[in-house]
């Protein structure tokens, strides 16, 4: 009898290490997903930013352009 008890206990031991080592699988597989997830918003910000701000200076290139364009014409 008290073979079959530690049997049981040995087993159960060994379903709990089991399932214990999935759930650590499980949030390691989610924590590698936030932190892909999370770089690659970050390289996608970046990018943007940077389009963003080479818009912006070919707009005030523009902007300055058109400025000289006028003042060349109401000198004339």
Do not use: G, P
Not at 57 to 66: F, H, P, Q, S, T
Request: aromatic share 6%; charged share 40%; net charge negative.
């Amino acid at each position: 009898m008290a073979a079959a008890r530690l049997q049981e206990i040995s087993k159960d031991e060994n379903e709990r290490a089991l399932l214990l080592a999935q759930k650590k699988f499980e949030m390691d597989l989610f924590t590698y997903h936030d932190d892909a997830r999370e770089a690659v918003e970050t390289r996608v910000n970046e990018k943007w930013q940077t389009v963003v701000a080479e818009k912006d200076a070919e707009l005030e290139r523009l902007r300055l352009e058109i400025a000289e364009l006028k003042a060349t014409h109401s000198n004339q």
